[in-house]
């Protein structure tokens, strides 16, 4: 059981190029989010997900688009990465809702926007 | 909105207690998780309180009293890998994102 994964740990694009980052589960559950931090800043919500098929926005969507075709993956896309995009990437997981339920936190993904 | 407030930083002697407060303040009260995440390292559940009380689980203790919008973790017996920040969530009424809203964290050094 791997738990929720995460790839790649780090990367470092240019502005203005695109990549996804990857997030996997498999424990089976429904609910999954991404999530960015930034130093003094905690942790933000991008987008999250209820189920396969189901997304919605957090806190921070714009410049993130996300979907969910399976219960095991949930990719975060970049549209056109700005340096305002530094930051580090978390996903996480929980079998029920997770405003009653464990979250299951990724590694990460270091982020560095040049 | 929802507005979670917990000190930046925090440090203590080995051996010793230390309390991290949280204070919120939310249209709505669903519960109030703590997570404490190493440097470097993903975040990591350590309790979760729903009602009014303390919850005790070994040298973490964390206590919630909904009237006053107010949490506290306790660490006991602090020892150096409990340097650590600590982060405050609370998932307001429902509707809208089933997501918490986490704090800015708690930094805590731990010094021999």
């Known amino acids: 059981n791997a738990g929720v994964t995460q790839t790649p740990k780090f990367q470092v694009l240019k502005t203005g190029q695109s990549m996804t980052l990857q997030c996997a589960q498999d424990?089976?559950?429904?609910?999954m989010s991404w999530y960015r931090q930034d130093p003094g800043m905690g942790l933000r919500l991008i987008h999250y997900?209820?189920?396969?098929?189901?997304?919605d926005q957090g806190e921070v969507p714009n410049g993130y688009n996300v979907s969910r075709s399976t219960t095991e993956d949930f990719p975060l896309r970049l549209l056109s990465a700005a340096p305002s995009q530094t930051s580090v990437y978390f996903c996480?997981?929980?079998?029920?809702?997770?405003?009653?339920?464990?979250?299951?936190f990724g590694p990460g993904t270091r982020l560095t926007v040049l | 909105g929802q507005n979670i407030d917990q000190p930046t930083e925090m440090t203590a002697t080995e051996g010793a207690i230390v309390q991290i407060n949280c204070t919120y303040q939310?249209?709505?009260?669903?519960?109030l998780f703590w997570y404490q995440q190493h440097a470097g390292e993903a975040p990591t559940f350590l309790s979760y309180?729903?009602?009014?009380g303390l919850e005790e689980k070994g040298r973490f203790s964390s206590f919630l009293s909904r009237s006053k919008g107010y949490s506290y973790l306790l660490l006991k017996e602090l020892q150096m890998k409990d340097s650590a920040s600590y982060l405050c969530?609370?998932?307001?009424?429902?509707?809208?994102?089933?997501?918490?809203?986490f704090g800015r964290g708690t930094s805590l050094i731990v010094h021999p």
């Open positions: 939310t249209s709505g009260f669903n519960g």
């Open positions: 424990m089976n559950h429904e609910y």
């Open positions: 997900s209820v189920g396969a098929g189901i997304t």
């Open positions: 969530a609370v998932r307001g009424a429902s509707g809208g994102s089933y997501i918490p809203t």
């Open positions: 309180n729903v009602l009014d």
């Open positions: 996480a997981s929980s079998y029920g809702d997770p405003g009653t339920d464990t979250q299951y």
